[in-house]
Protein backbone atom coordinates (compact mmCIF):
# COMPACT_ATOMS: atom_id res chain seq x y z
CA UNK A 1 0.00 0.00 0.00
CA UNK A 2 1.55 3.28 -1.14
CA UNK A 3 1.97 5.94 1.95
CA UNK A 4 3.23 9.55 0.50
CA UNK A 5 3.14 12.51 2.45
CA UNK A 6 3.46 16.24 1.97
CA UNK A 7 5.63 17.97 4.99
CA UNK A 8 5.75 21.86 4.30
CA UNK A 9 7.32 23.88 7.18
CA UNK A 10 4.78 27.04 7.50
CA UNK A 11 7.50 29.81 7.75
CA UNK A 12 5.94 31.45 4.73
CA UNK A 13 3.63 31.31 2.28
CA UNK A 14 2.79 28.25 0.35
CA UNK A 15 4.52 28.78 -3.22
CA UNK A 16 4.65 27.27 -6.87
CA UNK A 17 7.55 24.97 -5.89
CA UNK A 18 5.92 23.28 -2.34
CA UNK A 19 2.50 23.27 -4.30
CA UNK A 20 4.02 20.81 -7.20
CA UNK A 21 5.68 18.41 -4.18
CA UNK A 22 2.45 18.58 -3.00
CA UNK A 23 0.70 17.72 -6.13
CA UNK A 24 3.00 14.92 -6.97
CA UNK A 25 2.35 12.93 -3.75
CA UNK A 26 -1.15 13.49 -4.14
CA UNK A 27 -1.90 12.35 -7.99
CA UNK A 28 0.86 9.43 -6.87
CA UNK A 29 -1.34 8.34 -3.97
CA UNK A 30 -4.69 9.04 -5.77
CA UNK A 31 -3.01 6.86 -8.36
CA UNK A 32 -2.07 3.70 -6.51
CA UNK A 33 -5.11 4.17 -4.31
CA UNK A 34 -2.55 4.62 -1.29
CA UNK A 35 -2.84 7.59 1.40
CA UNK A 36 -1.34 11.23 1.59
CA UNK A 37 -0.16 11.73 5.19
CA UNK A 38 -0.32 15.74 5.96
CA UNK A 39 2.66 17.21 7.89
CA UNK A 40 3.42 20.53 9.35
CA UNK A 41 7.26 21.16 9.93
CA UNK A 42 6.72 23.38 12.54
CA UNK A 43 10.07 22.38 15.02
CA UNK A 44 12.25 26.21 13.86
CA UNK A 45 9.35 27.62 16.50
CA UNK A 46 10.33 31.21 16.43
CA UNK A 47 10.26 31.22 11.95
CA UNK A 48 6.42 29.18 12.38
CA UNK A 49 3.07 30.52 12.53
CA UNK A 50 -0.32 28.85 12.50
CA UNK A 51 -1.28 31.51 10.54
CA UNK A 52 0.99 30.36 7.49
CA UNK A 53 0.04 27.14 8.35
CA UNK A 54 -3.56 28.07 8.01
CA UNK A 55 -2.74 29.99 5.12
CA UNK A 56 -1.06 26.74 3.40
CA UNK A 57 -4.13 24.45 4.33
CA UNK A 58 -5.95 27.53 2.32
CA UNK A 59 -3.73 27.23 -0.50
CA UNK A 60 -4.08 23.31 -0.36
CA UNK A 61 -7.87 23.28 -0.48
CA UNK A 62 -8.06 26.08 -2.96
CA UNK A 63 -6.20 23.65 -6.01
CA UNK A 64 -8.31 20.85 -5.29
CA UNK A 65 -5.88 19.28 -2.82
CA UNK A 66 -6.97 16.94 0.46
CA UNK A 67 -5.52 14.31 2.26
CA UNK A 68 -6.10 11.16 4.30
CA UNK A 69 -4.43 11.97 7.17
CA UNK A 70 -3.18 14.64 9.32
CA UNK A 71 -1.91 17.66 9.50
CA UNK A 72 0.32 16.14 12.05
CA UNK A 73 2.19 18.74 13.67
CA UNK A 74 5.83 18.24 14.68
CA UNK A 75 6.06 20.51 17.50
CA UNK A 76 3.45 18.32 19.14
CA UNK A 77 6.16 14.93 19.03
CA UNK A 78 8.95 17.02 20.66
CA UNK A 79 9.07 14.01 23.53
CA UNK A 80 9.03 11.64 20.39
CA UNK A 81 12.33 12.66 18.67
CA UNK A 82 14.03 13.23 22.23
CA UNK A 83 13.20 9.73 22.77
CA UNK A 84 14.71 8.69 19.36
CA UNK A 85 17.61 10.24 19.88
CA UNK A 86 18.64 8.50 23.05
CA UNK A 87 17.54 5.15 21.78
CA UNK A 88 19.99 5.52 19.07
CA UNK A 89 22.60 6.39 21.61
CA UNK A 90 21.61 3.64 23.62
CA UNK A 91 21.84 1.26 20.51
CA UNK A 92 25.14 3.08 19.95
CA UNK A 93 24.38 4.58 16.78
CA UNK A 94 24.57 7.81 18.09
CA UNK A 95 26.63 9.88 20.99
CA UNK A 96 25.87 12.57 23.75
CA UNK A 97 28.28 15.96 22.60
CA UNK A 98 29.45 18.58 25.40
CA UNK A 99 31.20 20.87 22.85
CA UNK A 100 30.02 24.76 22.79
CA UNK A 101 29.32 26.30 19.59
CA UNK A 102 32.17 28.74 20.58
CA UNK A 103 34.79 25.66 20.85
CA UNK A 104 33.68 24.15 17.54
CA UNK A 105 33.93 27.64 16.01
CA UNK A 106 37.27 28.21 16.98
CA UNK A 107 38.45 24.01 16.20
CA UNK A 108 37.28 24.64 12.82
CA UNK A 109 39.05 28.11 12.14
CA UNK A 110 42.35 26.04 13.06
CA UNK A 111 41.29 23.01 11.15
CA UNK A 112 40.79 25.33 7.87
CA UNK A 113 43.47 27.98 8.75
CA UNK A 114 46.08 24.57 8.24
CA UNK A 115 44.43 23.76 4.89
CA UNK A 116 42.31 21.22 5.93
CA UNK A 117 38.82 20.24 5.45
CA UNK A 118 36.77 20.49 8.40
CA UNK A 119 33.88 18.40 9.72
CA UNK A 120 33.22 17.83 13.60
CA UNK A 121 36.21 16.19 14.51
CA UNK A 122 34.91 13.73 17.06
CA UNK A 123 35.87 15.08 20.07
CA UNK A 124 33.49 13.99 22.50
CA UNK A 125 32.96 10.37 21.11
CA UNK A 126 36.20 10.02 22.76
CA UNK A 127 35.30 10.87 26.39
CA UNK A 128 35.06 8.37 28.61
CA UNK A 129 32.25 7.05 29.62
CA UNK A 130 33.25 8.69 33.22
CA UNK A 131 33.65 12.05 31.92
CA UNK A 132 30.35 11.63 30.01
CA UNK A 133 28.21 10.53 33.06
CA UNK A 134 29.71 13.45 35.14
CA UNK A 135 28.89 15.77 32.32
CA UNK A 136 25.50 14.52 32.29
CA UNK A 137 25.06 14.31 35.88
CA UNK A 138 25.58 18.22 35.69
CA UNK A 139 22.94 18.58 33.85
CA UNK A 140 25.78 20.24 31.35
CA UNK A 141 24.15 21.55 27.71
CA UNK A 142 24.42 18.25 25.88
CA UNK A 143 23.86 17.68 21.98
CA UNK A 144 22.60 14.32 20.34
CA UNK A 145 24.73 13.04 17.29
CA UNK A 146 24.66 10.80 14.61
CA UNK A 147 28.07 8.19 14.70
CA UNK A 148 28.67 8.14 11.37
CA UNK A 149 29.82 5.10 10.19
CA UNK A 150 32.04 3.94 7.44
CA UNK A 151 31.42 3.08 3.58
CA UNK A 152 29.50 4.33 0.88
CA UNK A 153 25.47 5.25 0.91
CA UNK A 154 23.81 4.41 -2.14
CA UNK A 155 20.38 4.74 -3.27
CA UNK A 156 17.93 4.56 -6.78
CA UNK A 157 16.15 8.07 -7.20
CA UNK A 158 13.25 7.52 -9.38
CA UNK A 159 13.66 10.59 -11.03
CA UNK A 160 17.74 10.51 -11.10
CA UNK A 161 18.51 7.34 -10.63
CA UNK A 162 21.41 5.98 -9.18
CA UNK A 163 23.31 8.09 -6.53
CA UNK A 164 26.16 7.04 -4.19
CA UNK A 165 27.87 8.95 -1.49
CA UNK A 166 30.97 8.02 0.29
CA UNK A 167 29.83 8.67 4.36
CA UNK A 168 33.24 9.72 4.73
CA UNK A 169 31.93 13.20 3.17
CA UNK A 170 29.74 13.48 5.68
CA UNK A 171 29.60 14.20 9.23
CA UNK A 172 28.39 13.18 13.18
CA UNK A 173 25.85 15.83 12.35
CA UNK A 174 23.51 16.79 14.95
CA UNK A 175 20.25 14.97 15.84
CA UNK A 176 19.05 16.52 18.92
CA UNK A 177 20.76 20.03 19.54
CA UNK A 178 21.91 20.87 22.99
CA UNK A 179 18.41 22.90 24.23
CA UNK A 180 16.21 19.90 23.38
CA UNK A 181 14.94 20.48 19.94
CA UNK A 182 15.42 17.74 17.08
CA UNK A 183 16.94 18.60 13.69
CA UNK A 184 14.98 18.51 10.71
CA UNK A 185 16.72 14.85 9.96
CA UNK A 186 15.75 13.54 12.99
CA UNK A 187 12.37 14.66 13.06
CA UNK A 188 11.77 13.68 9.12
CA UNK A 189 12.83 9.89 9.71
CA UNK A 190 10.99 9.36 12.76
CA UNK A 191 7.66 11.08 11.49
CA UNK A 192 8.44 8.92 8.12
CA UNK A 193 8.68 5.57 9.72
CA UNK A 194 5.88 6.41 12.35
CA UNK A 195 3.45 6.77 9.42
CA UNK A 196 5.15 3.90 7.13
CA UNK A 197 5.54 6.08 4.26
CA UNK A 198 6.51 4.27 1.22
CA UNK A 199 7.70 6.85 -1.06
CA UNK A 200 9.41 10.34 -0.50
CA UNK A 201 8.56 12.34 -2.98
CA UNK A 202 9.98 16.24 -2.33
CA UNK A 203 12.37 18.60 -3.81
CA UNK A 204 15.56 17.98 -5.10
CA UNK A 205 17.26 20.42 -2.41
CA UNK A 206 16.98 17.32 -0.17
CA UNK A 207 18.96 14.91 -2.67
CA UNK A 208 22.12 15.59 0.00
CA UNK A 209 19.67 15.14 3.22
CA UNK A 210 18.79 11.78 1.38
CA UNK A 211 21.86 9.62 2.38
CA UNK A 212 22.59 11.15 5.56
CA UNK A 213 18.61 10.29 5.86
CA UNK A 214 18.98 6.48 4.93
CA UNK A 215 21.42 5.70 7.49
CA UNK A 216 19.32 6.83 10.17
CA UNK A 217 16.48 4.71 9.01
CA UNK A 218 19.22 1.70 8.67
CA UNK A 219 20.32 2.74 12.71
CA UNK A 220 17.08 2.66 13.30
CA UNK A 221 16.54 -1.09 11.75
CA UNK A 222 13.42 -0.29 9.93
CA UNK A 223 12.69 -0.11 6.06
CA UNK A 224 13.84 2.95 3.29
CA UNK A 225 11.05 4.22 1.56
CA UNK A 226 11.97 5.13 -2.23
CA UNK A 227 12.52 8.28 -3.04
CA UNK A 228 12.08 10.56 -5.89
CA UNK A 229 13.45 14.20 -5.68
CA UNK A 230 11.51 16.53 -8.22
CA UNK A 231 13.93 19.06 -10.31
CA UNK A 232 14.18 22.58 -9.76
CA UNK A 233 11.74 25.22 -11.10
CA UNK A 234 13.57 27.78 -13.36
CA UNK A 235 12.15 31.46 -13.92
CA UNK A 236 12.30 32.28 -17.47
CA UNK A 237 15.75 33.52 -17.12
CA UNK A 238 17.20 29.91 -16.00
CA UNK A 239 17.75 30.95 -12.18
CA UNK A 240 15.66 29.58 -9.83
CA UNK A 241 12.27 30.73 -9.53
CA UNK A 242 12.22 33.32 -6.52
CA UNK A 243 10.24 36.18 -6.17
CA UNK A 244 12.96 38.41 -8.50
CA UNK A 245 9.86 36.87 -10.92
CA UNK A 246 7.05 38.11 -9.56
CA UNK A 247 4.50 36.02 -7.92
CA UNK A 248 5.10 32.87 -6.53
CA UNK A 249 3.04 32.31 -3.65
CA UNK A 250 -0.28 30.09 -4.80
CA UNK A 251 -2.95 31.96 -2.80
CA UNK A 252 -1.96 35.30 -5.01
CA UNK A 253 -2.84 33.29 -8.47
CA UNK A 254 -5.92 32.39 -6.60
CA UNK A 255 -5.97 36.51 -5.90
CA UNK A 256 -5.48 37.66 -9.62
CA UNK A 257 -8.62 35.53 -10.46
CA UNK A 258 -6.48 31.87 -12.04
CA UNK A 259 -9.01 29.43 -11.97
CA UNK A 260 -8.06 26.56 -9.52
CA UNK A 261 -8.35 23.52 -11.66
CA UNK A 262 -5.95 25.85 -14.63
CA UNK A 263 -3.39 26.44 -12.07
CA UNK A 264 -3.37 22.52 -11.12
CA UNK A 265 -3.22 21.46 -14.77
CA UNK A 266 -0.04 24.20 -15.10
CA UNK A 267 1.71 23.04 -11.73
CA UNK A 268 1.33 19.73 -12.42
CA UNK A 269 2.69 20.27 -16.22
CA UNK A 270 6.25 21.86 -14.51
CA UNK A 271 7.63 18.26 -14.47
CA UNK A 272 5.26 16.15 -15.94
CA UNK A 273 2.51 16.04 -18.71
CA UNK A 274 -0.45 14.09 -18.67
CA UNK A 275 -0.88 13.62 -22.82
CA UNK A 276 0.47 14.67 -26.19
CA UNK A 277 -1.93 17.79 -26.25
CA UNK A 278 -1.91 20.58 -24.96
CA UNK A 279 -4.54 21.21 -23.02
CA UNK A 280 -6.57 21.65 -19.51
CA UNK A 281 -7.09 17.80 -18.19
CA UNK A 282 -9.57 16.72 -15.50
CA UNK A 283 -7.89 15.93 -12.09
CA UNK A 284 -9.65 12.03 -13.04
CA UNK A 285 -7.55 12.54 -16.38
CA UNK A 286 -4.38 13.33 -14.37
CA UNK A 287 -5.11 10.76 -12.15
CA UNK A 288 -5.40 8.08 -14.26
CA UNK A 289 -1.86 8.81 -16.50
CA UNK A 290 0.52 9.79 -13.35
CA UNK A 291 3.67 7.48 -12.82
CA UNK A 292 6.95 8.73 -10.63
CA UNK A 293 8.95 7.59 -14.13
CA UNK A 294 7.53 9.85 -16.66
CA UNK A 295 8.48 12.95 -14.46
CA UNK A 296 11.53 14.65 -16.60
CA UNK A 297 14.51 15.46 -14.92
CA UNK A 298 15.24 18.65 -16.55
CA UNK A 299 14.75 21.75 -14.99
CA UNK A 300 11.24 23.18 -15.87
CA UNK A 301 10.52 26.50 -16.92
CA UNK A 302 7.87 29.46 -15.04
CA UNK A 303 5.62 30.34 -18.08
CA UNK A 304 3.06 32.73 -16.98
CA UNK A 305 2.34 33.35 -20.61
CA UNK A 306 1.60 29.69 -20.42
CA UNK A 307 -1.39 29.94 -17.34
CA UNK A 308 -2.34 32.90 -18.97
CA UNK A 309 -2.86 31.20 -22.16
CA UNK A 310 -4.61 28.17 -19.99
CA UNK A 311 -6.41 30.38 -17.92
CA UNK A 312 -8.40 32.09 -20.63
CA UNK A 313 -8.83 28.80 -22.53
CA UNK A 314 -10.32 27.23 -19.85
CA UNK A 315 -12.87 30.90 -19.21
CA UNK A 316 -13.75 29.92 -22.65
CA UNK A 317 -14.25 26.52 -22.55
CA UNK A 318 -15.79 25.70 -19.50
CA UNK A 319 -19.77 25.56 -18.93
CA UNK A 320 -20.79 29.13 -17.98
CA UNK A 321 -22.98 28.20 -14.55
CA UNK A 322 -19.93 26.91 -13.69
CA UNK A 323 -18.10 29.84 -14.95
CA UNK A 324 -20.23 31.95 -13.10
CA UNK A 325 -19.58 30.10 -9.80
CA UNK A 326 -16.41 30.74 -10.14
CA UNK A 327 -17.33 34.47 -10.45
CA UNK A 328 -19.26 34.81 -7.53
CA UNK A 329 -16.95 35.92 -5.57
CA UNK A 330 -15.48 38.29 -7.39
CA UNK A 331 -18.35 39.85 -8.30
CA UNK A 332 -19.55 39.66 -4.50
CA UNK A 333 -16.47 41.85 -3.91
CA UNK A 334 -17.90 44.83 -6.67
CA UNK A 335 -21.10 44.38 -4.63
CA UNK A 336 -22.85 43.31 -7.39
CA UNK A 337 -24.06 39.79 -6.50
CA UNK A 338 -27.03 39.04 -4.61
CA UNK A 339 -29.26 35.93 -4.84
CA UNK A 340 -32.45 37.85 -5.98
CA UNK A 341 -30.69 39.07 -8.98
CA UNK A 342 -29.02 36.04 -9.80
CA UNK A 343 -32.37 34.39 -9.78
CA UNK A 344 -34.17 36.28 -11.97
CA UNK A 345 -31.59 37.68 -14.18
CA UNK A 346 -29.81 33.95 -14.27
CA UNK A 347 -30.45 33.89 -18.16
CA UNK A 348 -29.65 37.61 -19.04
CA UNK A 349 -25.95 36.91 -17.13
CA UNK A 350 -25.13 33.60 -18.95
CA UNK A 351 -25.50 35.28 -22.12
CA UNK A 352 -23.37 38.20 -20.85
CA UNK A 353 -20.86 36.13 -19.85
CA UNK A 354 -20.80 34.55 -23.26
CA UNK A 355 -20.22 37.70 -24.54
CA UNK A 356 -17.40 39.01 -22.77
CA UNK A 357 -15.32 36.06 -21.95
CA UNK A 358 -13.35 36.30 -25.42
CA UNK A 359 -11.35 38.72 -23.95
CA UNK A 360 -10.87 38.12 -20.31
CA UNK A 361 -7.84 36.07 -19.36
CA UNK A 362 -8.31 36.06 -15.80
CA UNK A 363 -11.81 36.08 -13.48
CA UNK A 364 -10.51 39.47 -12.55
CA UNK A 365 -10.86 40.51 -16.05
CA UNK A 366 -13.83 38.93 -16.81
CA UNK A 367 -15.59 40.65 -13.79
CA UNK A 368 -14.35 43.96 -14.88
CA UNK A 369 -16.20 43.67 -17.86
CA UNK A 370 -19.18 42.09 -16.38
CA UNK A 371 -19.33 45.48 -13.91
CA UNK A 372 -20.66 47.86 -16.60
CA UNK A 373 -23.32 45.52 -17.66
CA UNK A 374 -24.66 44.61 -14.03
CA UNK A 375 -23.72 48.46 -12.06
CA UNK A 376 -25.18 51.38 -12.54
CA UNK A 377 -22.13 53.21 -12.31
CA UNK A 378 -19.01 52.78 -15.25
CA UNK A 379 -16.08 53.23 -13.97
CA UNK A 380 -14.43 55.36 -17.32
CA UNK A 381 -11.08 55.03 -18.31
CA UNK A 382 -9.21 58.61 -18.91
CA UNK A 383 -6.71 57.84 -21.77
CA UNK A 384 -10.47 56.10 -23.60
CA UNK A 385 -12.65 59.15 -22.53
CA UNK A 386 -9.59 61.39 -24.14
CA UNK A 387 -9.53 59.32 -27.30
CA UNK A 388 -13.12 58.88 -27.95
CA UNK A 389 -15.00 61.41 -25.58
CA UNK A 390 -13.84 64.97 -26.47
CA UNK A 391 -15.33 66.12 -29.88
CA UNK A 392 -17.44 68.58 -29.32
CA UNK A 393 -19.75 67.43 -31.53
CA UNK A 394 -20.70 64.43 -29.81
CA UNK A 395 -23.21 65.78 -27.68
CA UNK A 396 -25.58 67.16 -30.60
CA UNK A 397 -24.83 63.85 -32.40
CA UNK A 398 -25.38 61.33 -29.50
CA UNK A 399 -28.44 63.36 -28.85
CA UNK A 400 -29.57 62.17 -31.93
CA UNK A 401 -29.16 59.11 -31.53
CA UNK A 402 -30.97 58.35 -28.21
CA UNK A 403 -33.53 59.71 -30.33
CA UNK A 404 -33.65 57.42 -32.71
CA UNK A 405 -32.79 54.63 -30.20
CA UNK A 406 -35.97 55.64 -28.20
CA UNK A 407 -38.31 54.54 -31.24
CA UNK A 408 -36.81 51.55 -31.65
CA UNK A 409 -39.46 48.51 -29.81
CA UNK A 410 -37.02 45.62 -29.95
CA UNK A 411 -33.53 46.46 -28.65
CA UNK A 412 -31.76 44.01 -30.44
CA UNK A 413 -28.29 44.41 -32.39
CA UNK A 414 -29.11 43.93 -36.07
CA UNK A 415 -32.31 46.67 -35.69
CA UNK A 416 -29.49 48.86 -33.67
CA UNK A 417 -26.96 48.44 -36.38
CA UNK A 418 -29.10 49.86 -39.17
CA UNK A 419 -30.12 52.77 -37.03
CA UNK A 420 -26.70 53.65 -36.13
CA UNK A 421 -25.11 53.51 -39.69
CA UNK A 422 -28.72 55.00 -40.88
CA UNK A 423 -27.84 58.48 -38.32
CA UNK A 424 -23.97 58.07 -39.25
CA UNK A 425 -25.24 58.65 -42.92
CA UNK A 426 -27.27 61.21 -42.30
CA UNK A 427 -25.09 63.33 -40.40
CA UNK A 428 -22.12 62.55 -42.94
CA UNK A 429 -19.80 60.84 -40.38
CA UNK A 430 -18.41 57.55 -39.79
CA UNK A 431 -20.10 54.45 -38.26
CA UNK A 432 -16.87 54.37 -36.12
CA UNK A 433 -17.15 57.56 -34.19
CA UNK A 434 -20.24 56.63 -33.11
CA UNK A 435 -19.20 52.93 -32.22
CA UNK A 436 -15.94 54.09 -30.54
CA UNK A 437 -17.90 56.86 -28.29
CA UNK A 438 -21.13 54.24 -27.63
CA UNK A 439 -17.78 51.80 -26.23
CA UNK A 440 -16.47 54.12 -23.56
CA UNK A 441 -19.53 55.91 -22.68
CA UNK A 442 -21.24 52.28 -21.94
CA UNK A 443 -18.32 49.95 -20.58
CA UNK A 444 -16.04 52.66 -19.47
CA UNK A 445 -13.41 51.56 -22.08
CA UNK A 446 -12.37 51.55 -25.64
CA UNK A 447 -11.95 48.01 -26.10
CA UNK A 448 -14.89 45.25 -25.39
CA UNK A 449 -17.16 43.04 -27.56
CA UNK A 450 -19.35 43.94 -30.78
CA UNK A 451 -21.10 47.25 -29.84
CA UNK A 452 -24.54 45.91 -31.20
CA UNK A 453 -24.40 43.25 -28.77
CA UNK A 454 -23.04 45.15 -26.02
CA UNK A 455 -26.07 47.29 -26.54
CA UNK A 456 -28.71 44.59 -27.03
CA UNK A 457 -26.95 43.02 -23.48
CA UNK A 458 -27.37 46.58 -22.09
CA UNK A 459 -31.09 46.83 -22.70
CA UNK A 460 -32.63 50.23 -23.43
CA UNK A 461 -32.97 51.78 -20.54
CA UNK A 462 -29.13 51.80 -19.29
CA UNK A 463 -28.02 52.57 -23.22
CA UNK A 464 -30.44 55.09 -23.00
CA UNK A 465 -29.01 56.54 -19.54
CA UNK A 466 -25.16 56.17 -20.35
CA UNK A 467 -26.14 57.84 -23.62
CA UNK A 468 -26.58 61.15 -21.24
CA UNK A 469 -23.19 60.46 -19.50
CA UNK A 470 -21.03 62.69 -21.80
CA UNK A 471 -20.33 65.20 -19.35
CA UNK A 472 -19.66 62.38 -16.56
CA UNK A 473 -17.21 60.98 -18.76
CA UNK A 474 -15.29 63.83 -19.31
CA UNK A 475 -15.19 64.81 -15.68
CA UNK A 476 -12.59 61.83 -15.54
CA UNK A 477 -10.55 64.20 -17.64
CA UNK A 478 -8.42 66.04 -14.88
CA UNK A 479 -7.08 68.77 -17.23
CA UNK A 480 -9.93 71.51 -18.73
CA UNK A 481 -9.72 73.13 -21.73
CA UNK A 482 -9.23 69.59 -23.73
CA UNK A 483 -12.62 69.33 -25.58
CA UNK A 484 -11.52 69.74 -29.59
CA UNK A 485 -13.67 71.32 -32.11
CA UNK A 486 -14.51 68.89 -34.93
N1 LIG B 1 9.75 20.59 5.46
C1 LIG B 1 10.59 20.35 4.34
C2 LIG B 1 10.44 21.48 3.36
O1 LIG B 1 9.48 22.23 3.42
C3 LIG B 1 10.24 19.07 3.61
C4 LIG B 1 10.97 17.95 4.15
C5 LIG B 1 10.83 16.69 3.37
O2 LIG B 1 9.99 16.61 2.47
O3 LIG B 1 11.56 15.76 3.69
O4 LIG B 1 11.28 21.64 2.50
Known amino acids: MVRVRFAPSPTGQLHVGALRTALFNWLFARHNRGSLVLRIEDTDVSRSSEEMTESILEALQWV ?12 QRFDIYRQAARQLVSLGQAYYCFCTPEEIEKRRLETISSGQHWKYDR ?7 QEKNERLEKGLPAAIRFL ?104 SFRDQGY ?21 IYRREEMIEAFSLEHISKGSPIFDLNKLQWLNSRLINEMPV ?16 WSETFLAEKKDWLERVVVLVRPRSRTLVELADMLAPFISDQVDYDPEAVRKHLLDSCLEELLAKLKEDFKQLETFAAPGLEQVL ?19 VLLLGRAVGPGIFEVLEMMGKEKTLARLSNL ?3 RKMIKRTGEVRNG
Open 64 to 75: GLNWDEGPIYQS
Open 259 to 279: LPLVFFNFVAQLSWSPGKEER
Open 123 to 129: HCLHLSD
Open 148 to 251: MPEGVTEFDDLIHGHIAVENKNLEDFVLLRSDGFPTYHLSVVVDDIDAGITHVIRGDDHISNTPKQILLYRAFQKEIPQFAHLPLILGPDRKKLSKRHGHTAVL
Open 321 to 336: PELIRELRPWLEKKGL
Open 421 to 439: RARAEKEGIKAAVFIHALR
Open 471 to 473: AEA
